[in-house]
């Protein structure tokens, strides 16, 4: 059972460029959710999805986009990326709306924009 | 003011000592709330959730006192393994997940 599988583990942008980071899960779990964790801030809310295409807006959402087309991924595109979007990067999945349900995260990608 | 607040330590203690960590969340609403251990350059792994009655997990002791919106974690008989940055975190509703921003243990032999 692979969980919550993120791809890359690692990536060096430029200033101006876009990409996707990847998040996936095999535990058929309904909600998903994307942190970014800074030092000094803990982890923050970008955007979560409570099922296939409803998707929201965490804490930080600016500069990224989400969708969810399917219950298994769950996609952030950084539009035009910015040193400021350098951070670690975890996906997160959860089965229920119970308040006492447990969060599995993704191992994180680690995000650099020069 | 942070809406979960967590003293950053480190705390560094012996092996065989107890440490206790605090937590304060500012939201009233909240739904929920957890310990979660994170090691270096590592996620997230739930340690524990923590009831209002209080619960025990081995070693591992959680206490919430909603009135004064206070959450901790006593750890006793600390191992080397327990060295870790421990996380309270707050359901602040719809798996909303609110983080402190950690405190970090180093047990030294």
């Known amino acids: 059972n692979a969980g919550v599988t993120q791809t890359p583990k690692f990536q060096v942008l430029k200033t101006g460029q876009s990409m996707t980071l990847q998040c996936a899960q095999d535990?058929?779990?309904?909600?998903m959710s994307w942190y970014r964790q800074d030092p000094g801030m803990g982890l923050r809310l970008i955007h979560y999805?409570?099922?296939?295409?409803?998707?929201d807006q965490g804490e930080v959402p600016n500069g990224y986009n989400v969708s969810r087309s399917t219950t298994e991924d769950f996609p952030l595109r950084l539009l035009s990326a910015a040193p400021s979007q350098t951070s670690v990067y975890f996906c997160?999945?959860?089965?229920?709306?119970?308040?006492?349900?447990?969060?599995?995260f993704g191992q994180g990608t680690r995000l650099t924009v020069v | 003011r942070k809406e979960v607040e967590q003293d950053p330590g480190p705390f560094n203690v012996p092996e065989g000592a107890t440490v206790a960590f605090n937590c304060t969340y500012s939201?009233?609403?909240?739904?929920?709330f957890f310990w979660y251990r994170q090691d270096c350059r590592k996620e997230p792994k739930l340690l524990m959730s923590?009831?209002?009655s209080g619960n025990e997990d081995g070693r591992f002791t959680a206490q919430l006192n909603r009135a004064s919106q206070y959450i901790s974690l006593l750890i006793r008989d600390s191992k080397l393994s327990d060295s870790a940055t421990y996380l309270c975190?707050?359901?602040?509703?719809?798996?909303?997940?609110?983080f402190g921003t950690g405190t970090r243990l180093l047990v030294s032999p």
């Open positions: 997160a999945s959860s089965y229920s709306r119970g308040p006492n349900t447990e969060a599995f």
């Open positions: 535990m058929n779990h309904e909600y």
């Open positions: 999805s409570v099922g296939a295409g409803i998707t």
């Open positions: 939201n009233s609403a909240s739904q929920s």
């Open positions: 923590v009831y209002s």
């Open positions: 975190v707050v359901n602040v509703g719809f798996q909303k997940l609110v």
